[in-house]
């Protein structure tokens, strides 16, 4: 009967380490999970900042972009002619910085004293000018834009083709 019990009693020792170190490493998933989103909510904030300016008709066809802009001073924002050679070699060596209003940055990334998340950078962003479409009517633009999490290791990049028109169109009608 004593023998029993000890095998019972090991058993019931294995199945908690089991269930302790699984809770960790749902943890570390959790953790990952997370700081990766901020990494894309942080690279789609600076994407959208950068199809809104677009927006506000600052358009072209650009120029060689070659430095480092900050992108939080529209006048210092540009189009680029030349493409990004590798959008996921972070960071660039040509690109607009974008600090969004709420967004905290800290070198060494983490969690700072109050709780908040402290970004390992600013997101950066790229505008391409891709050319006229087919029918000469519009203007295409790729906007890349990338972000960090709380570490370096944490980085998202995305990308949108965005479509300038102007003018008038006749919808037909009366």
Same mark, same amino acid.
């Given at each position: 009967?004593?023998?029993?019990?000890? #095998?019972?009693?090991?058993? &019931?020792?294995?199945?908690? &380490? +089991?269930?302790?170190?699984?809770?960790?490493?749902?943890?570390? #998933?959790?953790?990952?999970?997370?700081?990766?989103?901020?990494?894309?909510?942080?690279?789609?904030?600076?994407?959208?900042?950068?199809?809104?300016?677009?927006?506000?008709?600052?358009?072209?066809?650009?120029?060689?972009?070659?430095?480092?802009?900050?992108?939080? &001073?529209?006048?210092?924002?540009?189009?680029? !002619?030349? +493409?990004? +050679?590798?959008?996921?070699? %972070?960071?660039?060596?040509?690109?607009?910085?974008?600090?969004?209003? !709420?967004?905290?940055?800290?070198?060494?990334?983490?969690?700072?004293?109050?709780?908040? #998340?402290?970004?390992?950078?600013?997101? *950066? %962003?790229? #505008?391409?000018?891709?050319?006229?479409?087919?029918? *000469?009517? !519009?203007?295409?633009?790729? &906007?890349?834009?990338?972000?960090?999490?709380?570490?370096?290791?944490?980085?998202?990049?995305?990308?949108?083709?965005?479509?300038?028109?102007?003018?008038?169109?006749?919808?037909?009608?009366?």
């Amino acid at each position: 009967m004593l023998v029993v019990g000890l #095998i019972f009693l090991l058993v &019931v020792m294995v199945l908690g &380490v +089991a269930l302790f170190r699984s809770g960790g490493m749902a943890e570390r #998933i959790a953790g990952n999970t997370r700081e990766k989103q901020h990494a894309v909510e942080a690279a789609q904030s600076a994407l959208q900042y950068g199809e809104w300016w677009l927006s506000q008709v600052n358009r072209g066809a650009g120029s060689a972009c070659t430095t480092v802009t900050n992108a939080n &001073v529209t006048a210092q924002m540009q189009v680029c !002619s030349n +493409a990004l +050679a590798n959008p996921t070699a %972070l960071p660039w060596a040509a690109r607009a910085d974008y600090l969004p209003p !709420s967004m905290t940055v800290a070198a060494g990334g983490g969690v700072n004293a109050a709780g908040d #998340i402290n970004y390992q950078a600013k997101p *950066g %962003l790229y #505008i391409n000018y891709l050319g006229l479409t087919p029918d *000469g009517l !519009s203007e295409m633009y790729q &906007v890349t834009a990338f972000g960090y999490g709380g570490a370096a290791s944490t980085a998202a990049v995305v990308q949108s083709t965005f479509k300038m028109s102007t003018g008038v169109k006749d919808l037909g009608g009366l």
